[in-house]
């Protein structure tokens, strides 16, 4: 998630209080497919958007400023859940030991056994994107005619992607932002209409293109998921130091070549191109709040010249430090960061 994107949620979000989530919309029944308790913890916060769109079918989209999110809800092999990740990163750790981690674009398949009671990780502290819960009793006998026509049915679904409780991640693609972009365009009248409609074209899609090798995409163990956050935690309380590959891989006893790849699998950056992201991301805030010289904010961000840590800011907003302090104090634009 951008700069923008990151400020852009904090100014939606900045009414609503800490540890809240504030939900807008038809909230679902006690006992049905979306009944689930919810804890953001005393420091996160988010705003949900609930349709319901046909019985035993609802959609919610999500927006959080949060480090995890715990929900508390029935394990149900007949509810399939299905999350798009629209923005940001997200994790759940899952039956068995394993986890998963979607980045913006991935789909993510599951049936409410294999969840839970999980907490759903936010890496990166941010995250924005959907979810349809569907329940087979519920809609019996009030399946929309189009997908009746096609044949579609939530059982089959169910069987092709999450047979034997195992969950299926489907990596971001063209047909998935066709099908989930458009529902962040359209004025509030046609919310719901339009959720109607692709959530059928969702559903026709995904009764297409079958199970396809989708299992399995972006799994890993959770005890390694774990120590990569610890990993993290290490890193960015201390901007100041560099630490190496081998350095971790010996502290932390796990492989290098594994620690490189679940950090990226976490994180969704090597570990070299997310610090120097986030260090920047830190300077950033500083230039945005504080009058400290730039020469003092790149000491504190971990770089041990202004000029090398004047090249990394370029690189990362496209504006020399002391041009992004000017806009800030000014109220101009905030400077680019990778999406």
Known sequence: MGEEDRIRLEQELAGVPFGTLRLEGVCPSEGSAWDAQVDLGSQGRGRGEIFS????????????????????????????EITYCRRGRAGWNLKGGAAVYLGPGDLFLRTTDCCAGS??????????GVTVALAQGEGQGHWPAVLE??????????????????????????ELEEIFAPLYRQPPALRLPYCRLKVQELLLYLWGRGREAARGTGRHLWGQAQQIREIHELLVQNLDRRFTIEELSRRYLIDASSLKRGFKAVYG????????????????????????????????????SQGKFTRAFQ?????????YRKLALTGGAPARTPK
């Open 53 to 80: 769109l046909f019985p035993g079918v609802y959609l919610i989209c999500h927006r959080f400023l949060a480090k995890r999110v715990s929900f508390c809800h029935p394990a149900d092999r007949s509810v399939l």
């Open 119 to 128: 907490q759903m990780e936010l890496p990166l502290g941010c995250y924005e």
């Open 149 to 174: 026509e096609a044949g579609v049915t939530l059982e089959e679904l169910c069987r092709i992607y999450c047979g034997e409780g195992q969950p299926a991640v489907l990596p971001a693609s063209y």
């Open 269 to 304: 950056q090597p570990i070299a191109s997310y610090m120097k992201e986030y260090r920047v991301r830190r300077a950033m805030e500083l230039l945005r709040t504080t009058g400290e010289p730039i020469a003092q904010i790149a000491a504190q961000v971990g770089y041990e």
């Open 315 to 323: 690189d990362v907003t496209h504006l020399l430090p002391k041009e």
